[in-house]
């Protein structure tokens, strides 16, 4: 044998019964059979076998296994982004004629999606006011397959009537999917959030997470993951997945898994900072609003607290217990004009002007909410709105940086 063809098939096989902290990063796209019987029987499926990289390794099985540990679901597919987890849902679960529904406060692109894609595909959509539940309940129709589901909303952090919503969904017998990035498996549990009149505690049908926010946290990973419990979806969403030969970067699937352990402790320190701010803001005259679940005043409060905070009262302006994610959003008084509020965050220096969040750096984006909406109360819609993302520096340092901001343009 010449040293070259000696050198790929090494004979060296290294002990096993390795142990530490993290799991390897094995990447492959060829995963070898020791016969054909063997490449016949296995079976990537249940994950009792390797066939091929797309269809998992140890990696992205144990990645898989985690996210389902977190939400407390029983299956997991991984995808690239989060938005894509949020198409692969699409894609797999409705056909030609169906009908989805939307909230109106939904992330941005799941919209873009279902006005494009979707309604080429022959997907149709309506968009609903997700705080007026009856809203849900009158446009659900003959072809309505599936109802999407944020808490809170995208942006305006509206938070919604989970419980209620999913009753509906439920008498009327449509799937529930949930965009779950906020909660992030940490704030409720997606699958056990809501007792039927048998007293069994369920929840949604299907979670996705855009895994590129907490459990990242690096502000450096683009990934994301659909979770269900129920056996038959999962089926449809691996083959979907399988067919449409979605893979994710095993340097990644290790970044994720090394981030994991952090989480909590992550989730709970940017929520504690990022109500410590919005203290702050609530006493800034140049603010008409400060939107955070956790904010007594912020639409839709009473809900965070039934679902995220349960048995805690508080009658200060922001609800101490619970849990609550990074994002904080702040409409400025009609008065100041849309070039201050440029200014103000042009001003910013630790804050970052950049989409995303959950990472290290905290983050601004102003919005232009008229332009996104068909349903807000008319007040939401006035005077400029930038959303702020917390993120792992001192609350003090963050609220100065605000202060000389907001000096800037008075
Ligand atoms: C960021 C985000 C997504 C999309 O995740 P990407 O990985 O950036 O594609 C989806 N939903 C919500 C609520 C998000 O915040």
């Given at each position: 044998?010449?040293?070259?063809?000696?050198?790929?098939?090494?004979?060296?096989?290294p002990?096993?019964?390795?142990?530490?902290p993290q799991?390897?990063?094995?990447?492959?796209?060829?995963?070898?059979?020791?016969?054909?019987?063997?490449?016949?029987?296995r079976?990537?499926?249940?994950?009792?076998?390797?066939?091929y990289?797309l269809?998992?390794?140890?990696?992205?099985f144990?990645?898989?296994?985690?996210?389902?540990?977190?939400?407390?679901?029983?299956?997991?597919?991984l995808?690239?982004?989060?938005?894509?987890?949020l198409?692969?849902?699409?894609?797999?679960?409705?056909?030609?004629?169906?009908?989805?529904?939307?909230?109106?406060?939904?992330?941005?692109p799941?919209?873009?999606?279902?006005?494009?894609?979707l309604?080429?595909?022959?997907?149709?959509?309506q968009?609903?006011d997700?705080m007026?539940?009856?809203?849900?309940?009158?446009?659900?129709?003959?072809?309505?397959?599936?109802?999407?589901?944020?808490?809170?909303?995208?942006v305006?952090?509206?938070?919604?009537?989970?419980?209620?919503?999913l009753?509906?969904?439920?008498?009327h017998?449509?799937?529930?999917a949930?965009?779950?990035?906020?909660?992030?498996?940490?704030?409720?549990?997606?699958?056990?959030?809501?007792?039927?009149?048998?007293?069994?505690?369920t929840?949604?049908?299907v979670c996705?997470?855009?895994?590129?926010?907490?459990p990242?946290?690096?502000?450096d990973?683009?990934m994301?993951?659909?979770?269900?419990?129920?056996d038959?979806?999962?089926?449809?969403?691996?083959?979907?997945?399988?067919?449409l030969?979605?893979?994710?970067?095993?340097?990644?699937?290790?970044?994720?898994?090394?981030?994991?352990?952090?989480?909590?402790?992550r989730y709970?320190?940017?929520?504690?900072?990022?109500?410590?701010?919005?203290?702050?803001?609530?006493?800034?005259s140049?603010?008409?609003?400060?939107?955070?679940p956790?904010?007594?005043?912020?639409?839709?409060?009473?809900h965070w607290?039934d679902?995220?905070?349960?048995?805690?009262?508080?009658d200060?302006a922001?609800?101490?217990?619970g849990?609550?994610?990074?994002?904080?959003?702040?409409?400025?008084?009609?008065?100041?004009s849309?070039?201050?509020?440029d200014?103000?965050c042009n001003?910013?220096?630790?804050?970052?002007?950049?989409?995303?969040?959950?990472?290290?750096?905290?983050?601004i984006?102003?919005?232009?909410?008229?332009?996104?909406?068909?349903?807000?109360?008319?007040?939401?819609l006035?005077?400029?709105?930038?959303?702020?993302a917390?993120g792992l520096?001192?609350?003090?340092?963050?609220?100065?940086?605000?202060?000389?901001?907001l000096?800037?343009?008075?």
């Amino acid at each position: 044998m010449k040293p070259d063809t000696a050198l790929i098939h090494h004979a060296y096989q290294p002990p096993g019964g390795f142990v530490s902290p993290q799991i390897a990063v094995h990447k492959a796209s060829s995963v070898f059979f020791p016969d054909v019987q063997a490449m016949r029987e296995r079976n990537w499926l249940d994950k009792t076998g390797y066939t091929y990289g797309l269809h998992g390794t140890p990696t992205t099985f144990t990645l898989e296994e985690r996210i389902c540990q977190l939400e407390g679901a029983k299956h997991c597919v991984l995808l690239p982004s989060g938005l894509a987890a949020l198409a692969q849902v699409n894609l797999a679960l409705l056909k030609s004629g169906d009908e989805i529904l939307i909230p109106d406060n939904a992330y941005g692109p799941l919209k873009s999606l279902a006005e494009a894609e979707l309604a080429h595909w022959g997907i149709s959509h309506q968009y609903y006011d997700p705080m007026q539940a009856q809203d849900l309940a009158q446009r659900i129709g003959p072809q309505t397959r599936m109802v999407w589901l944020e808490v809170p909303g995208s942006v305006t952090l509206e938070f919604p009537d989970l419980a209620a919503l999913l009753r509906i969904c439920r008498e009327h017998k449509v799937l529930t999917a949930l965009d779950n990035t906020w909660g992030a498996g940490i704030a409720f549990a997606p699958f056990a959030c809501v007792a039927d009149a048998n007293h069994d505690v369920t929840g949604v049908d299907v979670c996705v997470h855009a895994l590129t926010k907490y459990p990242s946290g690096g502000g450096d990973v683009l990934m994301g993951s659909v979770t269900t419990c129920r056996d038959d979806l999962a089926r449809s969403l691996k083959l979907s997945h399988m067919r449409l030969g979605f893979g994710i970067s095993a340097n990644d699937a290790e970044l994720v898994l090394r981030s994991l352990p952090s989480m909590g402790m992550r989730y709970s320190a940017q929520d504690a900072s990022c109500r410590q701010v919005a203290q702050w803001c609530l006493q800034q005259s140049a603010f008409a609003q400060v939107l955070h679940p956790a904010v007594t005043s912020s639409p839709g409060h009473v809900h965070w607290r039934d679902l995220c905070a349960a048995g805690g009262a508080s009658d200060a302006a922001i609800h101490s217990g619970g849990a609550a994610a990074s994002l904080l959003s702040l409409r400025f008084q009609p008065t100041v004009s849309q070039a201050q509020v440029d200014r103000f965050c042009n001003s910013l220096k630790l804050f970052k002007l950049g989409f995303s969040w959950a990472g290290p750096i905290s983050l601004i984006v102003p919005y232009a909410l008229t332009s996104m909406r068909h349903y807000a109360p008319a007040d939401l819609l006035q005077g400029g709105f930038v959303r702020l993302a917390i993120g792992l520096e001192a609350p003090e340092d963050l609220i100065d940086d605000l202060s000389q901001a907001l000096k800037a343009i008075s």
